[in-house]
């Protein structure tokens, strides 16, 4: 008999409604554009430091090729879940609380694959990372999402989550700082976020991959405030605070009732993290506080300098508690984020993300990125001058 099914057919209902990202159709443009200048990446300009690389490549020639622990390698489990313990006061067990993973990314897809049953709830606060809501659709979830507030400099209103809780309501996965906005949040706010989880028994997923690239104040940790721990998915890893994205490298650290069901998945899923990028980030611990610092240093003189460049352009734009992002206001141009963007990279080749990519209260903004040179940061901001002058 002639098998007649489409080629769509054979696709999961689930992979055909998940939408692409919204960047997607800008950086097809980008690409196409080789003088463009782009402000549009969500990674660090800045290559691996050398010593980490090496660490690396050393764990190669040594014959560290081969699978490692399910969990990572327990020196590498041992460092992070010290440090943790150093830094905020909580200890994770490097046995049974801590999973080193392929990237934030998998630790998130992780947590929420061992969380959620079809229909069951994550609170989400828009403008948020891209994979967000598709992380939340694709496992039959439901993200809900509540807004922050663009006159607090998009901080979120632990009242709006209060008021978004449902008895559907499974997990509230929080990003600080954010990106988009690079908004972060103070101990008042997170004990607000806190209490709202330990009143109605809700896990925090908890991203703080930004958490290094944090300016003027200290950076915390919800999992540190007292009753946390025992609620908490602490999601964080490699790619930002070392420049580290290609190598792929996060952990997810939780109370073992938690961490079990992850693992079994990431067995099934992942066998490990990659054997190499382990020994590279081992090195980035022991010896990468000053790379990190000196990285920092660096972003905080261009977010000085970018924020200042778009308020002198007439563009409203606060100054961002951490990350490498600034989210400035563009609704006084009177088009929509989508419009200013690419009529900004057609007519000036400089590629920025219409804030609506983040979520629909990213109406009005634009993220743009400041992980590139002093140099395009300049350039760029010399050309987006002169777009909203013409406009
Ligand atoms: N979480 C946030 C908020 C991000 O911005 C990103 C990357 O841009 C990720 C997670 C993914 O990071 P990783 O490279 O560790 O998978």
Same mark, same amino acid.
């Given at each position: 008999?002639?098998?007649?099914?489409?080629?769509?057919?054979?696709?999961?209902?689930?992979?055909?409604?998940?939408?692409?990202?919204?960047?997607?159709?800008?950086?097809?443009?980008?690409?196409?554009?080789?003088?463009?200048?782009?402000?549009?990446?969500?990674?660090?300009?800045?290559?691996?430091?050398?010593?980490?690389?090496?660490?690396?490549?050393?764990?190669?020639?040594?014959?560290? @090729?081969?699978?490692? %622990?399910?969990?990572?390698? =327990?020196? $590498? #489990?041992?460092? *992070?879940?010290? +440090?943790? &313990?150093?830094?905020?006061?909580?200890?994770?067990?490097?046995?049974?609380?801590?999973?080193? @993973?392929?990237?934030? %990314?998998?630790?998130?897809? =992780?947590? $929420? #694959?061992?969380? *959620?049953?079809? +229909?069951? &709830?994550?609170?989400?606060?828009?403008?948020?990372?891209?994979?967000?809501?598709?992380?939340?659709?694709?496992?039959?979830?439901?993200?809900?999402?509540?807004?922050?507030?663009?006159?607090?400099?998009?901080?979120?209103?632990?009242?709006?989550?209060?008021?978004?809780?449902?008895?559907?309501?499974?997990?509230?996965?929080?990003?600080?700082?954010?990106?988009?906005?690079?908004?972060?949040?103070?101990?008042?706010?997170?004990?607000?976020?806190?209490?709202?989880?330990?009143?109605?028994?809700?896990?925090?997923?908890?991203?703080?991959?930004?958490?290094?690239?944090?300016?003027?104040?200290?950076?915390?940790?919800?999992?540190?405030?007292?009753?946390?721990?025992?609620?908490?998915?602490?999601?964080?890893?490699?790619?930002?605070?070392?420049?580290?994205?290609?190598?792929?490298?996060?952990?997810?650290?939780?109370?073992?009732?938690?961490?079990?069901?992850?693992?079994?998945?990431?067995?099934?899923?992942?066998?490990?993290?990659?054997?190499?990028?382990?020994?590279?980030?081992?090195?980035?611990?022991?010896?990468?506080?000053?790379?990190?610092?000196?990285?920092?240093?660096?972003?905080?003189?261009?977010?000085?300098?970018?924020?200042?460049?778009?308020?002198?352009?007439?563009?409203?734009?606060?100054?961002?508690?951490?990350?490498?992002?600034?989210?400035?206001?563009?609704?006084?141009?009177?088009?929509?984020?989508?419009?200013?963007?690419?009529?900004?990279?057609?007519?000036?080749?400089?590629?920025?993300?219409?804030?609506?990519?983040?979520?629909?209260?990213?109406?009005?903004?634009?993220?743009?990125?400041?992980?590139?040179?002093?140099?395009?940061?300049?350039?760029?901001?010399?050309?987006?001058?002169?777009?909203?002058?013409?406009?």
């Amino acid at each position: 008999m002639k098998n007649t099914k489409s080629p769509e057919s054979l696709i999961s209902t689930t992979a055909r409604e998940v939408p692409p990202s919204a960047i997607r159709e800008f950086f097809d443009i980008v690409y196409s554009m080789p003088d463009c200048i782009s402000l549009g990446v969500g990674e660090p300009d800045f290559n691996t430091p050398w010593r980490i690389s090496d660490s690396g490549i050393y764990s190669i020639k040594d014959g560290n @090729t081969h699978y490692t %622990s399910n969990k990572g390698l =327990l020196e $590498l #489990r041992k460092l *992070i879940t010290s +440090g943790f &313990e150093s830094r905020f006061g909580i200890g994770y067990s490097p046995e049974d609380e801590i999973i080193i @993973t392929l990237g934030v %990314s998998q630790a998130l897809d =992780l947590a $929420l #694959r061992s969380i *959620i049953n079809p +229909g069951d &709830e994550i609170i989400i606060v828009e403008p948020c990372y891209v994979s967000y809501k598709a992380n939340i659709s694709i496992l039959h979830g439901v993200p809900v999402a509540v807004q922050a507030d663009p006159s607090d400099g998009f901080r979120i209103d632990p009242e709006k989550i209060r008021a978004a809780v449902t008895p559907r309501t499974k997990a509230i996965l929080l990003n600080y700082p954010s990106n988009p906005t690079g908004a972060s949040l103070d101990r008042h706010a997170l004990e607000k976020i806190a209490a709202v989880a330990v009143e109605n028994n809700l896990l925090v997923l908890s991203d703080e991959i930004y958490s290094a690239i944090t300016y003027e104040n200290e950076h915390l940790s919800i999992a540190a405030l007292p009753g946390m721990k025992e609620r908490t998915v602490y999601l964080n890893g490699f790619s930002k605070s070392h420049a580290m994205t290609g190598w792929r490298l996060g952990y997810v650290m939780a109370p073992d009732y938690l961490i079990a069901p992850m693992l079994k998945i990431h067995q099934y899923t992942a066998l490990c993290a990659p054997t190499m990028a382990q020994y590279a980030a081992i090195e980035a611990i022991e010896k990468g506080e000053k790379d990190v610092r000196s990285m920092k240093n660096e972003y905080f003189k261009r977010r000085n300098y970018i924020v200042t460049r778009f308020n002198d352009a007439g563009l409203k734009c606060h100054y961002p508690d951490g990350a490498f992002y600034v989210f400035p206001e563009i609704s006084s141009c009177g088009m929509t984020s989508r419009d200013f963007a690419l009529g900004l990279l057609k007519s000036k080749k400089v590629a920025v993300v219409p804030g609506t990519a983040f979520g629909a209260v990213g109406e009005g903004y634009i993220r743009c990125s400041y992980a590139t040179s002093m140099e395009n940061i300049t350039n760029a901001l010399d050309r987006i001058a002169e777009y909203v002058r013409e406009l």
